[in-house]
């Protein structure tokens, strides 16, 4: 049958402590395009530029993604899979710096308890914990609230916006949140990106921090 194209003619520029939200309807390409910046996949056209401050040499290590299922080790402990993530990122904490994180966003009284046996919202907030600590400069994340009761939401927003206004960071979200939406401060909507047929098009992204 051949490839499709998902959305086209797609130019954004991202500077530090925007936050984006990016809509539309179910498989329009929102996860595709997050998975793009994110460096998981790659675009048939057009390219991704990365302009970083000067003390940023690694991308991969001001970057973080957060997929709409969290990617944690199932049958390990809460600190197993913070210590996990962390030190992917070339970090190291403290078991003080672990249980502070994990008090924001209420984990702390299961600190050795199994990642499988989390419910999904909790599981979402362990993601959160270890944001908090990586403190990435670009945060991509696909459906953040999916799961979450509304302190849930609200500890999400909270963490989002300190990184935002404490860390420079910038942030673009794939969601249908309409509390997401209203708290961005730019939204995207793909579908004002679909392909037009025999048409050779072009996109570039900028990320500028």
């Not at 530029?49 to 049958?75: A, G, Q, V």
Request: hydrophobic letters at 40%; one cysteine or more; glycine letters at 4%.
């Amino acid at each position: 049958m051949g490839n499709k194209p998902l959305i086209s003619k797609f130019n954004l520029s991202i500077l530090s402590q925007e936050k984006i939200t990016i809509t539309g309807p179910n498989g329009i390409g929102k996860t595709s395009l997050l998975k793009i910046l994110a460096g998981l996949s790659k675009p048939h056209l057009g390219e991704i530029s990365y302009f970083h401050d000067k003390e940023l040499k690694d991308k991969n290590k001001t970057l973080m993604f957060l997929p709409n299922i969290p990617s944690l080790m199932l049958d390990q402990s809460i600190l197993w899979n913070l210590d996990f993530y962390t030190q992917s990122y070339s970090n190291k904490f403290t078991i003080d710096d672990y249980k502070k994180v994990l008090k924001r966003v209420n984990l702390h009284d299961r600190i050795l308890q199994v990642v499988r046996s989390l419910s999904t919202g909790q599981k979402r907030r362990l993601s959160l914990a270890a944001l908090l600590l990586i403190k990435p400069k670009i945060i991509l994340a696909d459906e953040p609230t999916n799961g979450l009761d509304d302190s849930g939401v609200d500890i999400c927003l909270d963490i989002f916006s300190e990184l935002i206004t404490k860390n420079n960071s910038a942030i673009i979200i794939a969601t249908h949140d309409e509390n997401l939406i209203k708290w961005a401060n730019k939204n995207i909507c793909l579908s004002n990106f679909l392909p037009e047929i025999k048409r050779n098009l072009k996109s570039e992204i900028k990320v500028l921090l």
